[in-house]
């Protein structure tokens, strides 16, 4: 079993940032990928970033330029900096961890962002 915990959430207004945590409960060299997603009010779930186990790194088209995932690896911890937020950025964010040659999904709990002045 993986659990996964965010951080980080919070209010804040446009043109602001904030920095997501992802603390998983085991190392996260063991996944194949870690990544977050997000799902606003009435929305699909949608690809924000993914880091690949080789260290490569995606985006959605949406966040790219203003966002960056990283991680460390001592905390097995996963990070999502957000710089230049903006209202349609507001959502509920999630870390998923991509584990095995299964590929078993784990999933957060989410937190919330909330953009807005």
């Known amino acids: 079993q993986v659990q996964l915990v965010e951080s980080g959430g919070g209010l804040v207004q446009p043109g602001g940032s904030l920095r997501l945590s992802c603390a998983a409960s085991?190392?996260?060299?063991?996944?194949?990928?870690m990544g977050w997603y997000r799902q606003a009010p009435g929305k699909q779930r949608e690809l924000v970033a993914i880091?690949?186990?080789?260290?490569?790194?995606h985006y959605g088209d949406s966040v790219k330029g203003r966002f960056t995932i990283s991680r460390d690896n001592a905390k097995n911890t996963v990070y999502l900096q957000m710089n230049s937020l903006k209202p349609e950025d507001t959502a509920v964010y999630y870390c998923?961890?991509?584990?095995?040659?299964?590929?078993?999904?784990?999933w957060g709990q989410g937190t919330q962002v909330t953009v807005s002045s």
């Open positions: 998923n961890a991509d584990y095995g040659p299964s590929r078993i999904d784990y």
């Open positions: 880091i690949i186990s080789g260290g490569s790194t």
């Open positions: 085991r190392s996260i060299f063991s996944f194949n990928d």
